[in-house]
């Protein structure tokens, strides 16, 4: 798992324990494989909001993120896996909830602002190095 404890794509089979699933969307932000970090945390401030409008998943069925398998690599998006019959209605408001959270937030400015904030952390490091 990394720092976000998102799996990669060797325990994608464990996080849904084989059930269906149906992919609700993604941000719009980062470019992989150098940005998986980012991300993902864009993900997951989305799950905390679409869980927040939503509420909590049907019983059987869980939100998270899923690893898609494609011929060019994987890609992580949103998710929602279930037991028995897709939970339709919670599906159609978690695909809105995303859609209406990924408008309103400013990527852009949020990922400027974290890696001028890495810049000036990594700044003080090597400046903190230097005087030892």
Not at 111 to 116: G, L, N, Q, T, V
Request: charged share 30%; with cysteine.
């Amino acid at each position: 798992m990394n720092s976000f404890g998102w799996g990669r794509a060797s325990e994608r089979e464990t996080l849904g324990f084989g059930m269906p699933w149906e992919n609700i969307g993604s941000t719009s932000t980062g470019n992989l494989p150098h940005e998986e970090a980012w991300i993902l945390l864009s993900l997951g401030l989305a799950k905390k909001y679409v869980e927040f409008v939503c509420g909590d998943a049907p019983p059987g069925s869980k939100l998270d993120i899923m690893w898609h398998d494609h011929e060019l690599g994987s890609y992580p998006s949103l998710g929602v896996w279930f037991e028995y019959d897709p939970p339709w209605d919670y599906l159609n408001s978690c695909e809105r909830a995303l859609e209406v959270f990924d408008d309103a937030v400013s990527w852009h400015e949020l990922k400027e602002h974290f890696e001028e904030q890495a810049f000036r952390d990594k700044e003080e490091e090597d400046d903190d190095t230097d005087e030892t």
